[in-house]
Structure formats: structure tokens, C-alpha cells
């Protein structure tokens, strides 16, 4: 099995993350890290400690992260995040509040010491702001060859952001960041907007969830509803996007994407800051330095996600 931890700014989709990754039998998920972008860096933690524990997986560590960008010394989440994810980042939905805290360790020496102990079998999965793994990378810069995979979530590759015509969400939280881990070495695995966008999931999915009868069916289903209805009116798309679930998907099986190798670098200046797009200058790089999902298997993405999730809310 492969060793992942997931990098969360959780978020709905992020919770249904943390459920695919429990789901999936090839992977092990050995920690969550709290970063910021739908909610602070507290409630991303609290959310992650509540939905473990609605799942029963009170096993798996939680440690708090960066809060902020490299360029900023403060984070607030902004309306659109609140009006998508709601305000306390799970659809207003009440999870009780875990009776366990976060660990004492930083999320950045967690991911250097994991990368230490389980070398390449150790993939991070960064599906909010990328300032997290940024540290760790910058901090300790061994682990860059030591360890496997960064599969991130954000950017695009060939249409428009969901935060203004160019940005999507997670770039534009920290657009340092994510250039600077486009260049890092590091192996990265781009799962963007346009591929996300591709992966839909209705009311008629979720309604199975409740059919279940337990308290993680209805307490997944009645959340990502309200997901749904939000994403769908600010997005103009019918259900919503699995864009944090997709990223584990190809953690834990790349076939379901076709890869393009592309040096990607992000716009740092003007009004398309945040934008993620290929480097002219990397056009002729023998080697490229991200692997950008161009592709996803639509139909065999979702089956598995069905699976998988209900795997973990039926029990
Ligand atoms: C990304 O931004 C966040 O709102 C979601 O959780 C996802 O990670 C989509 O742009
Ligand atoms: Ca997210």
C-alpha cells in the first residue's frame, strides 16, 4: 500500500476526500495536515478531527499548518468559499466536535519525517493553499528526492478559473507557493479545474448515501447537498465538481487520467495572477517538471468513488 497524507483546507470536498482515501485498499492515509483557502487553518483541523471521528478513524493524526500565504501575515476565508462551502466549511451541517486534539508536531516536520521514514512510497496529496508542502520542501530540501509523488489539486490547464476568469481556487490562495513547488523538483502530479470539472456528482448519488440509515450517510449526503446546490449556482454546472476526491483517485490509480508532461509555472503579476500555464522557455526543457491531467475516465472515476465512499459511510 502506498502512504499518503492528504494536505487539507476541509471543505466538503475535501471530507469526501478523506472518505475516498479510507475507502481505497491501496492506500494507507497516515496523517492529515491543516492548510487554509475554503476555512482557516483551525477549522480545517477541527473539521478533519470531526469528520474522522463521524468515521471512526480516530487512528489518523491531525497536525496544523502553515496559515498563511509566503506573501501574506494573516488568512481570511472569502464569501465565495463561505457561500460554496458554508461558513464553518461543511455545509452548516453539525459534526460534533472531536474529543481528541491535533498533534503537537507541525504539519511541515511531519510530511519532512515521513518522507525520511517511507521514501518514494510516500505520496502528499495537497488539495488546498500549497504553502504546506512548499515548507517542507523548503525546509528540509532532501525529501524532494527522497519521496514519491505530490499530487496536487488546482491550477488548470485550458479553461477558465472558479475564482475569476484565469485563478482557480487553491493556486490563488498561495500563487508563490504553488510556482515555487512547480520548480521545487519535486515530482507533481497537476489534477486542475478542467478535469475536475468533468467529474459531477448529483442529489441522485448522495440519496443513496442516506438510504444507508447511518449517521456518516446522512451526515455526507445532507453536506455535500449543500454543495451541490452551491456549486451548481456559482459555477453554472450540473452537480458538483470532485475535484479534492479526484487528486486521491490518481494518488491511488494514474490510469484513470491521461498525464501530459508541461514545465508549468504560475503567474505572479497582473490580473491573471494565480494562473497556472506552461513556461515558453520550458517548451524545450528535455525534462518536463509537472505531469498536468489532461483526461479523466469519467465513468470509471465515478464508479469508483461510489464504491469507495460508500465503502465508509455504510458502516
Ligand atoms: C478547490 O478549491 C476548494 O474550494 C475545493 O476544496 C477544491 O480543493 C477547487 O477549486
Ligand atoms: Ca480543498
Known amino acids: ?159 477558465e478559473g472558479n475564482v475569476n476568469k484565469w485563478t482557480e481556487a487553491n493556486v490563488s490562495q498561495d500563487p508563490e507557493a504553488t510556482d515555487r513547488l512547480f520548480r521545487s523538483g519535486a515530482e507533481v502530479v497537476m489534477v486542475g479545474l478542467d478535469v475536475t470539472h468533468q467529474t459531477l456528482l448529483t442529489k441522485a448519488e448522495t440519496s443513496t448515501w442516506r438510504d444507508f440509515g447511518t449517521e456518516a450517510g446522512r451526515c455526507y449526503a445532507d453536506m455535500t447537498d449543500y454543495y451541490i446546490d452551491f456549486e451548481t449556482k456559482a459555477m453554472d454546472i450540473a452537480g458538483c465538481g470532485l475535484h479534492d476526491p479526484l487528486a486521491v483517485a490518481v494518488a491511488a490509480d494514474r490510469s484513470l487520467v491521461t498525464l501530459l508532461p508541461i514545465t508549468m509555472q504560475v503567474d505572479l503579476e497582473g490580473p491573471t495572477r494565480g494562473r497556472t500555464i506552461g513556461s515558453l522557455a520550458g517548451l524545450s526543457d528535455p525534462v518536463k517538471t509537472v505531469g498536468v491531467a489532461v483526461e479523466v475516465d469519467v465513468e470509471r472515476f465515478l464508479g469508483e468513488f461510489m464504491t469507495r465512499v460508500g465503502s465508509v459511510l455504510s458502516v
Open 1 to 159: 500500500t502506498k502512504k499518503i497524507i492528504l494536505d487539507l483546507d476541509t471543505g466538503i470536498d475535501d471530507a469526501l476526500a478523506i472518505a475516498y482515501a479510507l475507502g481505497s485498499p491501496e492506500l494507507d492515509l497516515i496523517g492529515i495536515t491543516a492548510t487554509y483557502g475554503n476555512v482557516t487553518v483551525g477549522r480545517s483541523v477541527r473539521n478533519s478531527l470531526a469528520v474522522l471521528e463521524l468515521l471512526g478513524r480516530t487512528d489518523v493524526p491531525v497536525f496544523a499548518g502553515v496559515g498563511h500565504s509566503l506573501t501574506t501575515d494573516s488568512f481570511t476565508p472569502s464569501e465565495l468559499s463561505a457561500f460554496i462551502h458554508g461558513g464553518n466549511g461543511i455545509g452548516e451541517i453539525e459534526i460534533p466536535t472531536a474529543g481528541r486534539n491535533v498533534e503537537q508536531q507541525t504539519a511541515t516536520d511531519f510530511i519532512i519525517e515521513s518522507a525520511h521514514r517511507y521514501g518514494e512510497d510516500l505520496t502528499c496529496i495537497p488539495t488546498g493553499a500549497a504553502t504546506n508542502i512548499v515548507a517542507a520542501l523548503e525546509k528540509d530540501p532532501t525529501i524532494k528526492d527522497a519521496m514519491g509523488p505530490i499530487v496536487m489539486m488546482g491550477g488548470a490547464l485550458t479553461t
